[in-house]
């Protein structure tokens, strides 16, 4: 049995969403919070435009703060981007790497995913390292191999249990409405447990790793999904962008 050394993570990917005004969701999220005990860790990660405002909202309400993405080196000419330790500098404690939508949209690689989150842990953030196959990946009844070759490709020197999470988010859920049955999840997260060994150390290291789902978590559906073997929290899109359908999800799996 894995030994619970932390609490499962529900944390809230915004993506490219919000305006200041949509801090009050973040208001309304501390109230319904703030006597809840929910039996997991809470975390947000706003745009980059929103970090440090709601940094000050969260105060000491005990909810986390992450970052999107970063960059992998510590500063430099690389207009636009952000490195881990600005993330580190303005309050963040995680940062997501490697999301579908950024592999895709940015042509992110294995390699570009490992070298930021290499750089996360050097800022001494928690990377939330993001794997899942595409739809005709689950077709072609190439998941595990896929999985696989995220995880071998993905996780830099280093990783273990503090300082990595693992979001399995099957491309195809993501934002769909979709999601796998309770079988296919216990399926791919008892996979990546068996395949992150190699990664961390070894196995008494793998059962202490987070293995977040995530693609389309919703108040309805959390408490099936969140109950499946060896899922350790979700990572949630749309349904964190209000605290109403956030807190629907934390109280239906974790209350
Ligand atoms: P949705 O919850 O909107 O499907 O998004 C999931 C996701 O990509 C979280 O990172």
Redesign the pocket.
């Known amino acids: 049995m894995p030994t619970h050394t932390f609490p499962p993570l529900v944390a809230g ?1 915004w ?1 490219m969403n919000g305006l200041i005004a949509s801090l009050k969701e973040v208001e309304a999220l501390k109230e319904k919070l703030a006597d809840a005990n929910p039996r997991c860790d809470v975390m947000l990660c706003p745009p980059f435009t929103l970090l440090s405002r709601m940094n000050k909202v969260l105060g000491d309400s005990g909810i986390g703060l992450g970052g999107q993405d970063c960059h992998w080196e510590p500063s430099g000419a690389h207009t636009g981007d952000i490195a881990a330790e600005m993330l580190a500098d303005i309050g963040c404690t995680a940062v ?1 790497v490697g ?3 950024r592999r895709t949209d940015h042509g992110e690689t294995d390699e570009i995913v490992r070298k930021k989150a290499a750089a996360a842990h050097r800022a001494g953030l928690v990377s939330i390292i ?1 794997i899942g196959e595409t739809i005709d990946e689950r077709k072609a009844g190439k998941t595990l191999d896929v999985l696989s070759t995220q995880i071998a490709g993905s996780l830099p020197e280093g990783c273990n249990a503090a300082n990595t999470v693992i ?1 399995y ?1 099957p491309v195809w ?4 409405g979709l999601t796998p049955t309770v079988e296919e999840v216990a399926e791919a997260h008892a996979h990546i447990r068996k395949e992150l060994a190699a990664q961390v150390g070894g196995a008494e290291e793998a059962a202490r790793v987070r293995i977040q789902y ?4 919703k108040p309805g559906n959390a408490k099936e999904l969140m109950a499946v073997d060896n899922v350790d929290g979700a ?6 962008l209000t605290a109403e359908d956030f807190f629907g999800i934390i109280s239906a799996a974790y209350l």
Not at 235 to 240: D, E, K, Q, Y
């Open positions: 990917n993506k997501i999301h579908s939508e993001c979001a988010e859920a993501i934002g769909t995530g693609g389309s978590v990572l949630v899109g749309g349904a964190s």
